[in-house]
């Protein structure tokens, strides 16, 4: 069986055991009172999705790992990706479990969340550095052939790169469908680039990872019948991380994943800005409320990150051809 199509074979598996499983969770986090709280300083459109079922990237997590394992793959690198979303989506887990089954509204403290994410990272950066070939060298987007030597940089610019990932992706994850729907792009995009590159374990794992986010949109597209939660955000943001280092096209991420480099960027920026001068530089972070304030109805916002994040797709597929 060629690549290709074992791919379109994993892709479909995915899609079709994840839009299975999808709609079978959701009685169950029903009768477990597994609900969302909406925070009452953001959006008021939002408060009507009070309750709904969160903690569903459980449905794209499960159906990722039971694919891999299906299709008897037993690459090392496709393992640690998984771990490393396994990794990140325990401790969005434990956070989500603390905010909607003990009723402690912030969940996790900050500290615990980043303790835990930097111990993953870590793991995730030792791998890399002691089984990957030439770890220090980067593969520079926009600029074909040339590669970046981040000699002894290497490890700490990683930690940032796995970090500002994780809690980028889990910023994002604020509207219906929003963060679904680009990181099946993101993940589809990276998967086309490891398979230019012959990375070829890498690129089925993404795929895998694209397949089971199609079938989670369905119930997670506007109205949502479930949200991703903690628990799915940061186990994308993970997988991704593991993904982008694992293939050396970290670098890609801000231009794959622009919406996302964008959405804590702009937390960064409004919360700089309100430090120094008192007032907020946009209506409300990230930067998806922002245009709510200003309007744009939700599928809207949605449906136009969706289109940046295509577009943004295209220029780094571009540069790798």
């Known amino acids: ?8 074979i994993a892709m479909f598996l995915s899609f079709l055991l994840s839009s299975i499983l999808g709609p079978r969770m959701i009685p ?12 009452e300083d953001g959006p008021q459109s939002h408060l009507a999705k009070t309750g709904t079922p969160t903690m569903g990237g459980l449905v794209f997590i499960v159906s990722s790992l039971l694919i891999f394992v299906l299709l008897g793959n037993k690459s090392i690198n496709g393992i640690v990706i998984l771990l490393s979303m396994l990794g990140f989506g325990a401790i969005g887990y434990l956070d989500d479990y603390i905010k909607v089954v003990k009723k402690r509204n912030l969940g996790l403290r900050a500290y615990q969340k980043i303790i835990g994410q930097i111990i993953v990272a870590i793991l995730l950066i030792i791998y890399f550095q002691t089984s990957i070939p030439n770890p220090e060298v980067a593969i520079l987007p926009l600029i074909g052939g040339v590669n970046l030597n981040l000699g002894i940089w290497i490890v ?6 796995v970090l500002g990932t994780v809690n980028a992706v889990n910023l994002t994850d604020g509207l219906d469908g929003l963060a679904t729907g680009i990181s ?28 089971s986010l199609m079938g989670f949109l369905i119930i997670n597209y506007n109205p ?13 943001g993970g997988a991704l991380s593991a993904v982008a280092i694992l293939s050396r096209t970290y670098l890609f991420i801000p231009i794959i994943g622009g919406v996302f480099f964008a959405e804590a960027l702009s937390v960064i920026i409004q919360v700089f800005y309100f430090k120094t001068t008192g007032k907020r530089f946009f209506k409300m972070a990230p930067l998806h409320h922002h245009f709510e304030q200003i309007g744009w109805k939700e599928i809207k916002v ?20």
Do not use: H
């Open 28 to 39: 169950l986090l029903k009768r477990l009172k597994i609900g969302q709280s909406i925070r």
């Open 302 to 321: 949605v449906w136009s990150f969706w289109a940046v994040t295509l577009l943004l797709a295209i220029i780094g597929i571009v540069t790798i051809l």
């Open 1 to 8: 069986m060629s690549f290709e199509l074992k791919a379109l």
């Open 156 to 161: 700490p610019f990683l930690l940032i790169v």
């Open 224 to 236: 949502a019948k479930v949200f991703m939660g903690d628990t799915g955000s940061l186990a994308l």
């Open 184 to 211: 099946i792009i993101v993940f589809a995009s990276f998967s086309f680039i490891s398979y230019r590159m012959e990375q070829f374990d890498i690129s089925l794992v993404s795929i895998i990872i694209a397949g």
